[in-house]
């Protein structure tokens, strides 16, 4: 595992990068502009050039042997990701292939657990697309021997991805009593979650990335305002909501689910630095 090649290296991929280089592995990412290529250089990371919207440019890049990365979303809109198609589609032939997913594709499950032998339900489109690539990506996979892990993440949190602007405008939540359960995961166990599933995750295995210690969007964003001593939003009830907040908005804070984690503690064999909300908020 001397190779590693990241698709979509943003902060999630450069926490993993860094991980990696830490082993003394050999880090290249996909880049599609000058601008990318910079700002991968300068994180001590070989730029390749490629676009997952030109699936020409991707037949040559050099993944035989590696362990990919794809942290790319699915374009906006639709209810399929071409980019993955066009991934799976060039021929390549790395060891294994590590995609982050959502929760989402399990859909609404009225706050019940879900573990991965849960059957997707996926609810909105955006989760439609991630299903879509999942499934793409696990076909390829099992036709062509490369082994492939698929991580089912909940809400990512940590320093930089805090939401402290929105905070700041003083945009709504839910009240407490009707918002559902969200699942929670710290950038940086996310990292160490992703190096594991490389090291120790089975093929076509799907892991759920949560820390277990569920809660609700509306608490979350009240500890955060908490912490870095800003005003709590204001609540609101589901029938204002559904007036003042945007559906993509209203779509995060109506689905309820509880993600099982065991699988993934117990077959990856890690230990979360931030095992709750409190832990990650003590730290920042």
Known sequence: MNLIFVIGCGD?????ARL???RGATVRALARSEDSAARLAAAGIEA???DLDTPASLAALPVNGATVYYFAPPPLQGDSDPRMHAFVAAGLRPERVIYISTSGVYGDRAGDWVDEDTAPAPGTDRARRRLDAETALRTWGRENGVKVNILRVGGIYGPGRWPLERLQAG????REEECGYTN?????????????AAERGGADRIYNVSDGSNGTMT????????RFDLPRPPALTMAEAQQQ?????LSYLTESRRMDNRRMLQ???VTLRYPTLADGLKES
């Not at 945009?171 to 839910?174: K, N, S």
């Not at 995961?185 to 594991?196: E, G, P, Q, S, W």
């Open 12 to 16: 999630v991929g450069l926490r993993v």
């Open 219 to 226: 608490q979350y964003f009240f500890a955060v305002a908490d």
């Open 20 to 22: 990696w280089q830490g």
């Open 267 to 269: 077959e990856l064999g």
């Open 245 to 249: 907040l945007s559906p993509a908005m």
């Open 184 to 196: 929670r995961i710290h950038a940086d166990d996310l990292a160490m979650i992703c190096v594991a």
């Open 171 to 174: 945009t709504p939540v839910l």
């Open 48 to 50: 390749v050039p490629g």
